[in-house]
């Protein structure tokens, strides 16, 4: 397991998954609204906290540290796992 300083290095906001997170959706889901399963805080996408790696990305919650999102790709498929997120609203205008 890598320590918390290691894994602080690697850490961006989610508005750097914004290209991954648009071939999932039409709208710029970084300006969603994502509900922590963990903890109940609500934030957008863009405030979570991103490790990102060669495969995909996960999206933590900045309150608790808690997975919100999991994406990961392959040369076919884009996965999306939300199990972290209470729920997630994109504003349709």
Not at 39 to 55: I, N
Request: with cysteine; hydrophobic share 45%; aromatic share 4%.
């Amino acid at each position: 397991m890598q320590s918390v300083t290691a894994m602080d290095s690697m850490r961006l906001d989610g508005n750097a998954a914004a290209g991954l997170l648009s071939e999932v959706f039409a709208r710029d889901a970084t300006a969603a609204r994502a509900t922590c399963m963990q903890c109940g805080a609500t934030d957008s996408v863009g405030a979570l906290h991103l490790y990102a790696h060669e495969m995909g990305a996960v999206l933590r919650c900045p309150s608790c540290e808690a997975v919100v999102l999991r994406l990961a790709r392959t040369k076919t498929d884009v996965w999306l796992d939300a199990t972290g997120a209470r729920c997630l609203v994109i504003r349709l205008s």
